[in-house]
């Protein structure tokens, strides 16, 4: 099934890697702004399986989620609220810039800060 790069962006944000994982370039880089910069595909499917399991069991839902889409870039905005499964709570404004040649992830930059649950 061949994904737009809107698609594919809207997957990776929303947290449905197994969606979005085929369509990322073998050098793909993702750069976790104020944390790590992964480098290759199976840096960053290693790191969305560890994302995944994390949030196994956790409730996630989308306040915001607007997107932006260029011909070979998309932007997402997000805010996220995840629910752990004790009753915790906690809520996650993002903004993740993709960058694609011919369909595929070749670069991710993510903003992420911790907001105060409401």
């Known amino acids: 099934m061949d994904l737009s790069i809107e698609e594919i962006a809207?997957?990776?944000?929303?947290?449905r890697f197994d969606e979005a994982m085929?369509?990322?370039?073998?050098?793909v880089v993702w750069e976790?702004?104020?944390?790590?910069?992964l480098v290759g595909k199976q840096a960053v499917v290693d790191a969305c399986a560890?994302?995944?399991?994390?949030?196994?069991?956790?409730?996630?839902?989308f306040d915001q989620?607007?997107?932006?889409?260029g011909p070979a870039s998309v932007v997402i905005d997000s805010v996220a609220g995840y629910r752990a499964a004790e009753g915790s709570l906690s809520r996650v404004a993002?903004?993740?810039?993709?960058?694609?040649?011919?369909?595929?992830?070749?670069?991710?930059?993510?903003?992420?800060?911790e907001l105060t649950p409401q």
């Open 32 to 37: 976790l702004v104020g944390e790590d910069v």
């Open 94 to 113: 993002s903004c993740d810039i993709y960058d694609f040649i011919g369909g595929q992830v070749t670069h991710i930059r993510s903003y992420n800060i």
């Open 65 to 69: 989620f607007k997107v932006i889409a």
């Open 50 to 61: 560890s994302v995944a399991a994390e949030l196994r069991g956790t409730e996630t839902s």
């Open 22 to 27: 085929p369509c990322l370039s073998e050098d």
């Open 10 to 15: 809207r997957a990776i944000s929303s947290h």
